[in-house]
Nanobody
């Protein structure tokens, strides 16, 4: 069974940095896109960064230039480097991956992590 496990969340001061990690485990036939979403209290979950299998990336305007998404395909891990943190970055951050579950059809299945809290506050 495929599982996504996030780590690295916590409290960071405004202007500070931290790095989130998400490891994908379980049997599969390859990971396509990997992404980070966040959900602030009382708001909808939104996409903040996505990285494709070829390394191409997209970012939400709110984090462009401050956050960096990367992946280590050998470790089935995606990272989110957070820099210049702002109070409005406070949210639960979720890892997302589209995983190939069939070697024949190439069908992709979407999986989510359990979330990790990031709080930006002095």
């Amino acid at each position: 069974q495929v599982q996504l496990v996030e780590s690295g969340g916590g409290l960071v001061q405004p202007g500070g940095s931290l790095r989130l990690s998400c490891v994908v485990s379980g049997p599969n036939y390859g990971i396509d896109s990997m992404a980070w979403y966040r959900q602030a209290s009382g708001k909808q979950r939104v996409l903040i960064a996505r990285i494709m299998s070829d390394g191409s990336t997209i970012y939400a305007d709110s984090v462009k230039g401050r956050f960096t998404i990367s992946r280590d395909n050998g470790k089935n891990t995606v990272y989110l480097q957070v820099t210049s943190g702002k109070p409005e970055d406070t949210a639960v951050y979720y890892c997302n991956a589209h995983v190939r579950m069939s070697p024949i059809t190439g069908r992709l299945t979407e999986f989510w992590g359990q979330g990790t809290q990031v709080t930006v506050s002095s």
